[in-house]
């Protein structure tokens, strides 16, 4: 595992300039512990976040080391097709995020998402789906930690507990001090960085292959015409993204229920100063990823040609091999800063994220159902720190054990493909229609996970090795269909219950604030 | 997590002759289809969201928008963003 700085050619200038690169990021996170005072300064930044700062931490929370490595390899591997992901993958999710959810969200004046549902349906849907991404989010971060061990472990050749330790230490920092002002503003930064290097690296790349006309002449010569083309059969046993999963699973569900329904991207819109640069925010953030590919799928592309032949053994160290390739010392040190920066952005956004849930959807109804009434702000501020502590130190426990999976990217993909699809399923009705009702969207959910439990591991329904695109899709139509049955079948919610809460009732927001603060659930 | 905890063998045992008549056929209807459909689909979803957005009033697209001009319009700024890529998805469609 530990090829080490040699193998990928790191000077030690290149080191000191990673090391300074997450020493000035915890300096920079942790000055914004200043500005909080309370649970809202700590999980919604003072709902003070301009859009731009919005749409920045989005992408760069979304777009991991991995995707650098495993996105370039796959293209390496399979072509352009794997471009989708942040191509139909996101644009059209985004839009519909912003302009049918995020006003939502934002005017409901809410932490998390399952805040919203247990509003729009009943506190056993909130419960529910609180524990579903709430255990998902912390064994997330244990697996961010073990990647960026083992990332470490092979650039700097240092052992893996070394690496760990430093992501926790550096994360735990700006994140415990500044909650999510810090995890926002400090992935503006890396953000930037992370721009800086991959523009570099394919600056490079085409200069080196010669432009794009003889790029795309010399790929078709190697590999076929196959390899430039984005949509692939839907019956080719050799692709993994035939053109129909693409289509309807990811552009239409998986992507939608990311944007519209994660936690970790819908908080920076949660915390936005207006709902306009809520709106905004996801639009900027669609906007910037347009750009993602060209960093990480293009020198993949352009490592076909200019990586000489058997100088690789696998597609995921075609952008690693690029990088030692073409890049001098220095460049070389600022690009894996990049690489370092997307996986502690990813690290702090399920860090905060997962606190956020587990204080305000679990123990704030656990503390309700006690005390008859939900923490303060000052409370909440404490048990947000509080688990920030715990989920570092579970997280950390959770890479032994993490170490052993064999494909991490199968993992998180078939883990989102069990309840992506329902969840986003509910959300929908939810918005969109006032007959949907609190039956409804929970047998809708249970009934709708196990389904899509039941696709992911019944072998060869699809006609796709990697069944998760499929899944998503059939277990959001299934979701639909039960909702939508069960709530007709049952009484609907009062009217005062989904007042600004449903599509199509435009109400300026003081008015929705003061339904929702008289409502009593 | 690749492969399931339980005996995966179980479960297709158990489902696959109940699901595979539903989705086999899909399955061999999708197959019979390829370009250009899988590109019509594809635009469709981009272009069909740039329609969608300007079917919305203005007002609830940007409210507490900072300034009245087109500059603060977000579905200004939605096309701007999405048009690249209906020129991307119609250029990588021309080698299938």
Not at chain 1, 1 to 7: E, I, N, T
Request: hydrophobic share 55%.
């Amino acid at each position: 595992m530990a090829a080490g700085p040699q193998l990928w050619g790191l000077s030690i200038f290149d080191v000191i300039i990673i090391l300074a690169y997450v020493v000035g990021v915890v300096a920079i996170g942790t000055y914004y512990g200043k500005y909080v005072k309370s649970a809202k300064d700590f999980f919604l930044a003072g709902r003070a976040l301009p859009f731009w700062a919005i749409g920045m931490s989005i992408v760069v929370s979304d777009i991991g080391a991995s995707d650098f490595v495993f996105v370039g390899g796959a293209t390496y591997t399979y072509g352009v097709s794997a471009a989708n992901f942040d191509w139909i993958g996101s644009m059209p999710a985004m839009v519909i995020a912003a302009f049918i959810f995020m006003p939502y969200y934002w005017r409901a004046g809410v932490y998390t998402i399952p805040e919203f549902l247990g509003r729009r349906y009943n506190m056993a849907v909130q419960i529910i789906h609180a524990a579903i991404w709430g255990v998902f989010m912390v064994t997330m971060l244990g697996v961010i930690f073990q990647a960026t061990g083992n990332f470490m472990s092979s650039i700097l050749g240092w052992p893996i507990w070394v690496g760990v330790a430093i992501t926790i230490v550096a994360v735990f920092i700006y994140t415990f001090s500044g909650g999510l002002a810090a995890v926002v503003m400090t992935d503006v930064i890396q953000l930037v960085v992370m721009f800086v290097g991959g523009l570099s690296l394919l600056a490079l790349a085409m200069w080196e292959v010669g432009g794009w006309g003889a790029l795309q002449e010399r790929v078709i010569a190697i590999k076929g015409e196959g390899h430039l083309t984005m949509l692939q059969p839907n019956n080719d046993p050799n692709t993994p993204y035939p053109w129909a999963g693409i289509v309807f699973g990811l552009g239409l569900v998986m992507s939608t229920a990311y944007f519209s329904g994660h936690q970790g991207v819908v908080q920076r819109v949660f915390g936005a100063r207006s709902e306009w640069d809520a709106k905004g925010g996801m639009l900027f953030g669609g906007f910037l990823k347009s750009f993602i590919p060209l960093m990480v799928a293009l020198p993949g592309l352009a490592a076909i040609v200019i990586l000489p032949e058997g100088a690789i053994t696998k597609g995921d160290d075609a952008v690693p091999s690029m990088i030692r390739h073409l890049m001098p010392a220095g460049v070389r040190g600022l690009t894996f800063s990049a690489l370092v920066a997307s996986f502690l952005s990813s690290a702090d956004t399920y860090l905060n994220s997962a606190s956020t849930i587990w204080t305000t959807d679990l123990y704030g109804r656990v503390h309700e159902f006690f005390t008859g009434r939900l923490p303060g702000e000052k409370h909440g501020l404490v048990m947000g720190r509080l688990f920030t502590i715990i989920f570092v130190v579970i997280g950390a426990s959770l890479v032994p054990v993490l170490d052993r999976v064999e494909s991490m990217y199968n993992f998180i993909q078939t883990s989102l493909s069990m309840f992506q699809g329902p969840v986003f399923a509910i959300l929908l009705l939810g918005i969109m229609w006032r007959r949907a009702n609190r039956w409804g969207g929970l047998v809708g959910m249970l009934s709708g996970v196990a389904f899509s439990t039941v696709l992911n591991f019944t072998e060869g329904l699809f006609p796709s090795a990697d069944a998760f695109l499929f899944v998503a899709w059939w277990s959001f139509v299934f979701t639909i269909v039960v909702t939508v049955v069960v709530s007709l079948l049952t009484k609907p919610e009062p009217e005062e219950k989904i007042r600004g809460l449903v599509f199509g009732q435009v109400m300026q927001d003081g008015q929705i604030q003061r339904v929702l603060a008289e409502r009593v659930e | 997590m690749d492969a399931p905890q339980t005996d995966p063998n179980l479960m297709t045992r158990i489902f696959k002759p109940i699901l595979e008549p539903f989705f086999s056929p899909i399955n061999d209807f999708l197959g019979r289809y390829y370009m250009p459909w899988a590109t019509i689909c594809a635009l469709g979803l981009f272009i069909g969201a740039m329609i969608w957005v300007f079917t919305l009033r203005k007002e609830y697209v940007n409210v507490d928008a900072p300034g009245k001009g087109f500059f603060y319009d977000l579905r200004f700024w939605t096309i701007i963003s999405m048009l690249p890529h209906v020129l991307v998805y119609l250029y990588f469609s021309k080698w299938s």
